[in-house]
T-cell receptor, first 104, second 113 residues
Framework: RKEVEQDPGPFNVPEGATVAFNCTYS??????FFWYRQDCRKEPKLLMS???SGNEDGRFTAQLNRASQYISLLIRDSKLSDSATYLC?????FGSGTRLQVQP | DVKVTQSSRYLVKRTGEKVFLECVQD?????MFWYRQDPGLGLRLIYF???????EKGDIPEGYSVSREKKERFSLILESASTNQTSMYLC????????????FGPGTRLTVL
């Protein structure tokens, strides 16, 4: 099993929809989790850190479930500009990314 | 505004050539990283460094070496390039100790013929 796994998608959703991605991990000792956003032909940029207590920033909510060993990213009221690949990171190990396509 | 720069956006080399990829950060970050990104495999850590002249192997160090002579600069070296090293190479830096937010450079698309 890969250390960090993501559903590659693509997730095709209409504008305004709520969409959620999960990222499973296999090493429960890690304390550091992050979500990055990567646009086509661009470098990844930090979207959110993932804290034990959860983290919310506007339309974006990240949560950590240690018992089931996954982190999640929830995007509410999707915008066209949210179309991108979302990468999760656990202690320098990245998932292969989940592609989101928001459609008009 | 934080910045990580890489010496080339695109590079074409021949099998057996020695290749240098340079990365510079202007944020006075302690930590620097080299990744490669391939379709379906995501970002994979090649080498990282927590301090000047210090280096640690990542998950896929074979065929690569690194150099960190100055805090702001981290070089990736392919001693003898091979076609399976054709990839997108991304440099990143982060501050402090532990695992923190990483700032990435724009990447170098290397093609080995």
């Amino acid at each position: 099993r890969k250390e960090v796994e993501q559903d590659p998608g693509p997730f095709n959703v209409p504008e305004g929809a709520t969409v959620a991605f999960n990222c499973t991990y296999s090493n429960s000792a890690s304390q550091s989790f992050f979500w990055y956003r990567q646009d086509c032909r661009k470098e990844p940029k930090l979207l959110m850190s993932v804290y034990s207590s959860g983290n919310e920033d506007g339309r974006f909510t990240a949560q950590l479930n240690r018992a089931s060993q996954y982190i999640s990213l929830l995007i509410r009221d999707s915008k066209l500009s949210d179309s991108a690949t979302y990468l999760c990171e656990r202690a320098l190990t990245f998932g292969s990314g989940t592609r989101l396509q928001v459609q008009p | 505004d934080v910045k990580v720069t890489q010496s080339s956006r695109y590079l074409v080399k021949r099998t057996g050539e020695k290749v240098f990829l340079e990365c510079v950060q202007d944020m006075d970050h302690e930590n620097m990283f080299w990744y490669r990104q391939d379709p379906g495999l995501g970002l994979r850590l090649i080498y990282f460094s927590y301090d000047v002249k210090m280096k640690e192997k990542g998950d896929i160090p074979e065929g690569y070496s690194v150099s960190r002579e100055k805090k702001e600069r981290f070089s990736l070296i392919l001693e003898s390039a091979s076609t399976n090293q054709t990839s997108m190479y991304l440099c990143a830096s982060s501050a402090g100790t532990g695992v923190n937010e990483q700032f990435f450079g724009p990447g170098t698309r290397l093609t080995v013929l």
